[in-house]
């Protein structure tokens, strides 16, 4: 019997059916082409910087060799613009703001061939240090409503450009996806008197049965909703709203966490396609008390089709407890082959 | 500069970004393959009919031959089980009821190699019959909350079979999705005292800028805030707040409207994947003054990537004028050739 759950955050239900997995879908054509370490055509490799608008933020290689190892650019074909203001327009219904806001590109190492879970831990944390940056500079803007980082990985992920990089895009409005959480989460608040992200942890911990990792600040977690196979969550174990509240030892943590799990994912499930965003409160909301901050990975394993375009809802063929168990164990089988 | 435009049913703002649309993107690889008419292997080919579960509805062909033309099937892969009551469990904020519904196919042709664009308008129109009629029939189960009827067509829309096929999903529970739809419709009529999609209707005659397509019943718009590359939405001209409320001479209508767009996109954009799925009230809202079922048409030309998933906005590279525009071109070329 498939099983209904319902997301705490969104209050979205999915249709956890592991039976209707059994079903042929599509398969991954053939083997994955290996990818060199530098491609003469590639905007983001070193050498090629003239390619891209000028770099917003740099951050030098650490092994003493000259160079960038995280370079932050402007998106070329930006989905917003840098310059104006975001005027508003009503006229009936029709209510629209120019599309004013940051659209930047983290170019995540100058090796064309790599990408989080294959990078050297530190590599990682300066990537993670460039979203910092940037999330606090751009948060700062006062035409900036709300900030979107994320990292689409593989053709499957939507992205256009195989150099590992990931983007930033922050809007003069707030989504009405984020105003449902901000509600789902006030409601919450106003019920308890605690922050929902807390008491999902603290529920979560209790039971076991998704958790695939914990460390001194984060928790990794497939939720109890789950809408796709292996998404996976990185809680913060500390109350916190907005990832521009993350400590420098957390920061540290956070990267060796994220690039264990995309380790897992890519050694577990064969290098697949996914994204990953960082869901953070909204930038003026920087010290609110009932919302909780937590980045997703969502591995693009399966399709949206057209029951998922018109209910909202998901059908999820890998129950959140299964995906979590196979997660831990891929831990287990690399750490006995070491 | 690009515009952020709010859609009026969802409050969800999209990015309308045309300049975006000048990076190269993934092309479809190679010519499409000509499609059999009949595949020995297709559990929905005629003959094979051993290898779907009975049928639930069949509507025999009209040209005298003997055998099915639309043959409707409970899915073997059920998303939901048809049998069972949709009891709920609540156990702290983990909330499941059991996956009790229904999950149809709606095989729409004994031919294999037939869509909805090349099937002539009486197959279309018993296409939409057997949509009526078992819309009529689920919703009446007292299980069922919501009824969702999609069609996939092209493996990028998700689908995992060839067959031209329709699906309905009918849920125990109205999703989250549907619900701030809802909240939003009753929102507009409490403000303004009309139907959300009456007054949008009205809007966009006026406007006409937006228009593909006017018949006696039906007005086929690209919606104001349109978040990917010709969504196309197929309205009907009188108040209706349920698909289950459609007269006889609207269905018949609707089935030259249907196959009329469908052969546009088709010819248009070179036989794109798409989704559409028919947004409608729930199961028990089947006669409310506040609500405006559509059809919509959802291409697949773009992939959504981490920006939308993190937002819940989307990028369109097409403005919904110039889709507009193109769809009412593609007739017109389609005219004078002939």
């Not at 955050?9 to 209707?20: L, N, S, Y």
């Not at 930033?168 to 919450?188: D, F, K, M, N, Q």
């Not at 994912?265 to 919302?291: C, E, K, M, R, W």
Request: glycine letters at 8%; a negative charge; charged letters at 20%.
């Amino acid at each position: 019997m498939p099983e209904l759950r319902q997301d705490r955050f969104t209050k979205e239900w999915v249709i956890i059916a592991p039976e209707r997995g059994k079903r042929e879908g599509a398969k991954r054509e053939g083997a994955q082409k290996p990818i060199p370490h530098y491609d003469p055509k590639c905007p983001f490799c070193p050498g090629n910087e003239a390619m891209t608008p000028e770099g917003t933020l740099e951050i030098p290689r650490q092994d003493g060799r000259a160079g960038w190892q995280v370079r932050v650019v402007p998106n070329k074909f930006a989905a917003v613009s840098r310059t104006g203001q975001p005027v508003r327009h009503v006229d009936g219904s029709r209510h629209t703001v120019e599309g004013v806001g940051i659209h930047d590109v983290i170019i995540e190492s100058p090796d064309h061939s790599q990408t989080i879970a294959t990078l050297p831990i530190t590599d990682v944390g300066m990537v993670l240090e460039s979203y910092k940056a940037r999330f606090d500079a751009v948060s700062a803007d006062p035409r900036v409503a709300q900030v979107i980082i994320f990292k689409n990985h593989g053709f499957g992920s939507g992205t256009t450009l195989e150099h590992p990089h990931s983007q930033l895009i922050a809007t003069p409005v707030i989504s009405s996806h984020v105003r449902g959480r901000i509600y789902e989460a006030l409601r919450y608040y106003d019920d308890f008197g605690v922050c929902i992200g807390c008491a999902s942890l603290e529920e979560e911990l209790a039971e076991q049965t998704r958790i695939v990792l914990i460390t001194d600040h984060f928790v990794v977690i497939e939720p109890f909703a789950s809408p796709v196979p292996y998404n996976t969550h990185i809680y913060p174990r500390r109350h916190m709203c907005s990832f521009g509240q993350i400590s420098p030892p957390e920061l540290s943590d956070l990267a060796g966490v994220l690039k264990t799990v995309l380790e897992r994912l890519y050694a577990g499930l064969d290098n697949p396609d996914f994204n990953y965003t960082i869901v953070t409160a909204p930038a003026d909301h920087s010290d609110a008390q009932y919302y909780h901050w937590y980045l997703s990975i969502i591995p693009r394993l399966t399709q949206v089709a057209g029951f998922e375009l018109g209910s909202g809802m998901s059908i999820n063929t890998v129950s959140p407890e299964s995906a979590a168990e196979f997660l831990r164990n891929v831990r287990a089988r690399k750490s006995q082959g070491a």
